[in-house]
């Protein structure tokens, strides 16, 4: 290819990167900016009928912040799956002698594996690791379910960085999503597949749950039918 062909070939692909990532963040910022013009106090988050022996799942609880809110609010009894060992830690350490709170040193998904984590705060995330980044145990959400004794779930908060897809088809395909209450979840454009797996869990999920608010991409809430 001759030089000129080449720099318009180049010229060409900015230009189409520019234009996707206009439209990338404008999605973005505009689900963003409804949220936080809505919801200035985030207590969307944290307004539910829940009781001190409620069961919640926390699946991605960083450094804990979401359940410290939940805790106090409710005192309900609080999983939190979290595999980054130094996450995980901190948890441990904020809670220590309260045992409303247990940390699980293992992710939530469809099957159990160990895969790799990119660390990247509250990113970190297993869809985009490069294969570099530390080891970390995934376990299938039903056996882990089966093990604790929990056969209902008041309310699960999912935010696992592009994870979320395969834990929901396995509750959707495992007809398990009808034992729980609440799901709190924030999806993840950049997973693979996100757009039509996203389309797919958000047609069948009506089928057990119904729509509470959605903001694109940032949080959206179901509750059960019935």
């Known amino acids: 290819m001759t030089r000129p062909l080449v720099w318009l070939a180049r010229s060409a692909w900015r230009a189409m990167y520019r234009h996707w990532a206009r439209r990338h963040e404008w999605k973005w910022t505009t689900a963003q900016r409804a949220w936080v013009r809505q919801n200035p106090t985030d207590t969307r988050l944290t307004t539910f009928p829940l009781r001190p022996d409620s069961i919640v799942l926390d699946v991605g609880g960083y450094h804990g912040d979401w359940v410290a809110r939940i805790v106090e609010q409710y005192g309900s009894v609080v999983h939190v799956f979290e595999p980054v060992e130094a996450f995980c830690e901190l948890i441990d350490q904020r809670f220590a002698g309260d045992d409303r709170v ?8 469809s099957a159990d594996e160990r895969m790799r984590i990119s660390l990247a705060e509250n990113r ?3 869809v985009v690791s ?3 980044g530390a080891e970390i145990a995934i376990r299938d959400i039903l056996g882990v379910l089966a093990e604790l004794g929990i056969s209902h779930v008041d309310l699960a908060k999912i935010n696992i960085e592009g994870g979320e897809y395969a834990l929901i ?3 959707i395909e495992s007809g ?9 979840v924030q999806f993840h454009d950049f997973a693979p597949g996100a757009k039509k797996r996203y389309a797919a ?6 089928k057990t749950h119904t729509l509470v608010f959605r903001y694109p991409f940032v ?3 179901w509750s059960r039918v019935g």
């Open 176 to 184: 398990a999503l009808s034992r729980f209450d609440r799901l709190l």
């Open 169 to 171: 088809e396995r509750l």
């Open 102 to 109: 247990v940390c699980h040193r293992y992710g939530l998904g």
């Open 124 to 126: 970190s995330s297993t």
């Open 130 to 132: 490069d294969g570099s």
């Open 219 to 221: 949080w959206e809430l």
């Open 201 to 206: 869990i958000s047609s069948a999920l009506p």
